[in-house]
């Protein structure tokens, strides 16, 4: 694993201090309070009967502490306002998690402890700020808070405390939770050179094989009325005496669906800079993808099989969309194995993909049910490409018993049984992918920028090509 | 206690210092209880580990009724010394207990606060000691009264400390 990149600062705006969520509670008194109350009472009431000075003297300091505890303490609730900074990072980005006291007469110490959170890493690293209030302004104690994976986490919940003088009232609400922060993923770096097979849309920047206006160059024809002037080519006109025009391909946008395999998550997730599990891969290329297609004007659709009360983002282009689609994969959970997701996911295969879209569908090739979508769609004449998104150290026979682990959680009773039995799941994987590649569905590896190049080009050419589909 | 910020345990510290001096203080002043100090000190062990429990009051308690049983009656500048000493230790027992479980234990306490509970607390112990002053010097004096009017006098101030006590008990009042 690589040593964690520093925390850079959201590009998105905070939550003013003001608009931070309100706490409330009340004083109480102190266990230390009453032992004080209590004891120096006992103390200097027994000792003056029973004539004992000793007990007398001994009481006497718990007694002031306690008269100077009730006559300073706080009289009205206190002003807190707490929660995260930013609901929105981006993986490896960090936010504070911040409480702001403003002055009370009577409240003095203000303690903050934040509860762990999965893929977060903490500054300071025992997630506890104490603070001494002043009296002249407000007080802020603040925890960072580093997310290194996507997903739509609560950080926290925390545990607030403010005390009064000697620590003889307190005033704690339970559990101070905050609104759920959402971790879009951190897109690999993705280009592809290659233009879509076939664009079958409005204005863009994909060569489509219907004539328009477009840059590059289709035919030299006859003119025909509605052409216009600066289209005719006048060698050809001159030399056949009559008038002939430049025609075009046009330039259109292409539809690009991405269909993200949520059924399994396997591997080892350790957030930015460490391991990726096949989820990671999956989203992070998916969120690569989109803010490729989307950047060139194409349009990209997404739906994330196998994932709980995630609804399918439909086609559309810009920049928002962009916004949506990685939040949408921020959202994305992996399935558990029920039957309930196996029905869903029958239920989420069911989408609709218009002719001349090209489909990505990024899968670990473990659920049988994805990769034979992909089959079925290539054989209605749709363009398809599989991304194989299953980490390269688990797609080897020979595994390391502890990423074992991760994919059979019983490997550590039986480990040779499990070692043999993932070995033959690859063995069942190679061959299904075989028969998907055989069957005119390329698989390619996820490699970052390229990784859809050649297949494309493969793909374009066989699209111009004639060939029997099944509708 | 691994995870636990050093000023937490220098506070934790001072109460084990401040029980265990009190200890030794009650054997300094002619008195002790071996059975007693056996106690004494393994209760400072869980108070040590459990500051936020009822463990401090009664190990407070207990080294008062450990001075009062066993310690003969102070005479002399040397004994009325160390209750005082005493007295200041038990104040020190109390007041590093209540800053053990004020603040979030793994986090370091500020500067500001720790120089302002010093501060308080110096106040206090000097606080004790005209009353620590008083009782030396009236310990030998025959004060002359009625003794029916001595008991309704005690009554009444365990009334009125009682008043206080139900007082303390209730939360302040809120005003937003």
């Known amino acids: ?471 | 206690m691994s995870s636990m910020s050093l000023s937490h345990r220098l506070l934790r510290t001072v109460v084990a210092l401040a029980s265990l001096g009190l200890v030794a203080l009650v054997y300094a002043a002619g008195g002790g209880l071996n059975l007693m100090a056996a106690a004494l000190v393994l209760g400072t062990g869980y108070a040590v580990r459990r500051p936020e429990s009822v463990a401090v009051s009664v190990l407070v308690i207990a080294h008062a009724v450990h001075w009062a049983v066993s310690a003969p009656m102070p005479e002399g500048l040397g004994p009325w010394l160390a209750l005082l000493a005493g007295a200041w230790l038990v104040l020190l027992l109390h007041v590093s207990a209540s800053a053990a479980v004020t603040w979030p234990a793994v986090a370091p306490v500020p500067r500001a606060a720790l120089r302002r509970w010093g501060l308080r607390t110096l106040t206090v112990a000097l606080a004790t000691v005209p009353v620590w002053a008083v009782s030396a010097a009236t310990r030998d004096q025959s004060l002359r009264g009625e003794v029916s009017m001595t008991y309704v006098a005690l009554a009444a101030l365990t009334l009125l400390c009682g008043a206080l006590y139900a007082m303390a008990r209730q939360a302040p009042r809120t005003r937003r």
């Not at chain 1, 295969?349 to 089959?375: E, F, K, M, Q, Y």
């Open chain 1, 1 to 471: 694993m690589t040593a964690p990149a520093a925390p850079t600062v959201p590009t998105v705006p905070a939550v003013p201090a003001a608009d931070l969520r309100p706490v409330r509670a009340t004083w109480r008194p102190t266990p230390a309070h009453t032992r004080a109350t209590v004891a120096g009472l006992f103390l200097v009431v027994f000792g003056v009967m029973v004539r004992r000075p000793e007990l007398l003297v001994l009481g006497t300091p718990l007694l002031v502490v306690s008269l100077w505890s009730f006559t300073s303490r706080p009289e009205r609730e206190p002003v807190v306002a707490a929660g995260p900074r930013h609901l929105t990072l981006r993986e490896g980005q960090a936010t504070r998690w911040v409480a702001e006291v403003q002055p009370q007469r009577g409240a003095e110490d203000v303690g903050l402890a934040l509860m762990g959170t999965p893929h977060t890493e903490f500054d300071p690293a025992s997630r506890a700020v104490a603070a001494s209030m002043d009296g002249t302004g407000p007080t802020s104690v603040a925890v960072a808070c580093r997310s290194v994976r996507w997903g739509r986490r609560e950080l926290g919940p925390a545990v607030l405390g403010i005390s009064s003088a000697f620590g003889a009232y307190r005033w704690a609400p339970d559990v101070v939770a905050s609104q759920p922060v959402t971790t879009v993923p951190l897109p690999d770096h993705f280009s592809a050179r290659v233009p879509v097979p076939r664009p079958d849309g409005l204005v863009g920047q994909n060569r489509s094989h219907h004539p328009g206006d477009g840059g590059e160059f289709a035919d030299i024809r006859q003119f025909r009325f509605g052409d216009r002037l600066r289209r005719v080519h006048w060698p050809v006109s001159i030399r056949t005496g009559q008038l002939h025009v430049t025609a075009t391909h046009a330039d259109q946008d292409s539809e690009v669906i991405l269909l993200v395999d949520a059924m399994h998550d396997i591997g080892a997730s350790q957030g930015v800079g460490g391991r990726s599990s096949s989820l990671d891969n999956s989203v992070r290329a998916a969120g690569a993808i989109a803010e490729h297609y989307l950047r060139t004007g194409d349009r990209v659709g997404l739906h994330v099989l196998g994932a709980r009360e995630l609804p399918a983002l439909d086609s559309a282009a810009g920049r928002n969309h962009l916004r949506r689609v990685l939040d949408t994969l921020a959202r994305a959970t992996s399935a558990d194995g029920t039957v309930a997701d196996e029905k869903r996911l029958r239920g989420q295969l069911r989408h609709r993909v218009p002719a001349g879209a090209l489909v990505i569908v990024l899968t670990p090739a473990i659920s049988r049910d994805v990769l034979g979508h992909a089959l079925a769609l290539s054989r209605r004449g749709i363009s398809v490409i599989t991304i194989d998104t299953l980490p390269p150290e688990l797609a080897s026979g020979t595994i390391e018993p502890q990423l074992l682990e991760t994919v059979l959680p019983q490997a550590t009773e039986s480990p040779e049984a499990s070692s043999l039995a993932w070995r033959i799941r690859l063995l069942e994987r190679e061959h299904e992918m075989l028969r998907a590649r055989e069957a005119g569905v390329p698989i390619v590896p996820w490699s970052g920028p390229g990784t859809l190049d050649i297949v494309l080009r493969d793909l374009g050419r066989r699209s111009r090509a004639p060939r029997v589909v099944s509708r």
